[in-house]
């Protein structure tokens, strides 16, 4: 199993930035890809960006040139680098990773864009 403790969400005022982070433990040999979903009030959950094991990266059009996925040297921690934020960012954020056990979910972090 895998567990992820995600961190770094909050309230920040339209084009502000925040930074996401999203740690792995457990059976962390190995990891595949990791990336970030989102979930609006009464929306689907949509996909934010991902970064494979070695490095590739894939963004949501509505978040390119914004957002910044990125991983750290041991490949066990997961970064969502927010710039410019929009109110239509608004959502409830949740890091993944693919495993050969399946694909495990954080918890989800709040990200509020107001002012």
């Known amino acids: 199993q895998v567990q992820l403790v995600e961190s770094g969400g909050g309230l920040v005022q339209p084009g502000g930035s925040l930074r996401l982070s999203c740690a792995a433990s457990g059976s962390i040999f190995n990891l595949g890809a990791m990336g970030w979903y989102r979930q609006a009030p009464g929306k689907q959950r949509e996909l934010v960006a991902t970064?494979?094991?070695?490095?590739?990266?894939n963004y949501a059009d509505s978040v390119k040139g914004r957002f910044t996925i990125s991983r750290d040297n041991a490949k066990t921690t997961v970064y969502l680098q927010m710039n410019s934020l929009k109110p239509e960012d608004t959502a409830v954020y949740y890091c993944?990773?693919?495993?050969?056990?399946?694909?495990?979910w954080g918890q989800g972090t709040q990200v509020t864009v107001s002012s």
């Open positions: 993944y990773v693919d495993h050969f056990l399946g694909t495990f």
């Open positions: 970064v494979t094991k070695g490095g590739d990266t």
